[in-house]
């Protein structure tokens, strides 16, 4: 069965009496290159274990098999179990686990079904929670690297340097913990049903050390306070987040002891800029 053949997945879906959930992104892909082109990209072999989320019906699912050395699959839709037993029964390497990736115990899956092999995270994510799934990917420290489609709005902004209009605080998370590359887009006609926006694949390749020497806590405290109030100057964002602690005439010596003009907006800074600032903010508190 070609699990990105239009008619065979409709065939499929129909036997087993699915319907589709919004709520769950569940957008289907059906054109054949773009699983193989996502599998290709998360860079993985046989010593490489694979965490998917969602594998759907399993086209992605079997591309990461063919190709990796163990590969578990988190879907939460229960009534896909029985579509994936049938699509997947040649696989002895994938493992369907049962639940949600928000509530899952990240490491302790890494550990029980990824034993022995270096872990990645691989997957086509539902949408509607990209961030919080790519944030708890990234802080937990366990994977070697993540390579996910997502909204393509959104791996512009996993990807955006300083000074333009997609970075912010999101951004600077995501490279903060890795080397983050857009890699590819996908229109809304690769899938079934088709979203009303573009997707792209992006590859987050995690850092084995921060690049910046300062606590993620101090540095995060900052960048959110400076993307808070976007429109604000960064001094004036900053006396709102820290009016408690310092005074305005303190931030601005602090501001331009880091060399920054005292005019200066939040997403003019790059990464080691935030990462001086929070530094010298952490020093005093
Ligand atoms: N991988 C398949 C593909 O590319 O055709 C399906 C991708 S579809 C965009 C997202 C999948 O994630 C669906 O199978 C959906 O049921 C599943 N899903 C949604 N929320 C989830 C969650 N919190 N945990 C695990 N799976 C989830």
């Known amino acids: 069965m070609d699990l990105t053949n239009i008619h065979d997945v409709k065939d499929l879906?129909?036997?087993?009496?699915?319907?589709?959930?919004?709520?769950?992104?569940q957008n289907f892909l059906i054109a054949d290159?773009?699983?193989?082109?996502?599998?290709?990209?998360?860079?993985?072999?046989?010593?490489?274990?694979?965490?998917?989320?969602?594998?759907?019906?399993?086209?992605?699912?079997?591309?990461?098999?063919?190709?990796?050395?163990?590969?578990?699959?988190?879907?939460?839709?229960k009534s896909l179990l029985p579509v994936l037993a049938e699509t997947l029964a040649d696989f002895d390497n994938v493992e369907v686990v049962p639940g949600d990736v928000?509530?899952?115990?990240?490491?302790?899956?890494?550990?029980?079904?990824?034993?022995?092999?270096?872990?990645?995270?691989?997957?086509?994510?539902?949408?509607?929670?990209?961030?919080?799934?790519?944030?708890?990917?990234?802080?937990?420290?366990?994977?070697?690297?993540?390579?996910?489609?997502?909204?393509?709005?959104?791996?512009?902004?996993?990807?955006?340097?300083?000074?333009?209009?997609?970075?912010?605080?999101?951004?600077?998370?995501?490279?903060?913990?890795?080397?983050?590359?857009?890699l590819f887009d996908v229109p809304p006609g690769c899938f079934l049903p088709a979203p009303k926006v573009t997707s792209a694949v992006v590859r987050l390749a995690v850092r084995e050390a921060p690049p910046v020497n300062v606590p993620p806590e101090a540095l995060f405290r900052v960048?959110?306070?400076?993307?808070?109030?976007?429109?604000?100057t960064l001094l004036n964002a900053l006396s709102s987040a820290y009016g408690n602690q310092f005074s305005k005439d303190e931030l601005r010596q602090v501001i331009t002891g880091c060399g920054l003009p005292e005019t200066v907006r939040g997403e003019m800074l790059s990464l080691e800029q935030f990462a001086e600032l929070a530094g010298k903010i952490d020093s005093f508190l």
Not at 13 to 25: D, I, N, Q, V
Not at 167 to 182: I, K, P, T, V
């Open 13 to 25: 879906l129909g036997r087993h009496g699915f319907r589709f959930s919004k709520a769950l992104g």
């Open 223 to 232: 960048v959110r306070a400076a993307f808070g109030q976007r429109r604000k």
């Open 102 to 182: 928000m509530k899952l115990d990240l490491a302790a899956l890494a550990a029980d079904r990824l034993n022995g092999f270096t872990p990645h995270v691989c997957a086509n994510l539902p949408y509607n929670i990209t961030t919080p799934v790519l944030t708890n990917l990234l802080e937990s420290g366990l994977f070697r690297s993540v390579t996910v489609m997502i909204q393509k709005e959104v791996a512009r902004r996993v990807c955006a340097g300083s000074g333009t209009a997609d970075y912010g605080a999101f951004s600077l998370l995501c490279q903060y913990y890795a080397d983050c590359e857009l």
């Open 33 to 77: 290159w773009v699983p193989r082109q996502i599998a290709e990209a998360a860079g993985v072999d046989k010593s490489c274990g694979v965490v998917e989320i969602g594998p759907g019906v399993g086209c992605l699912t079997r591309e990461l098999a063919a190709r990796a050395g163990k590969v578990a699959a988190v879907e939460l839709d």
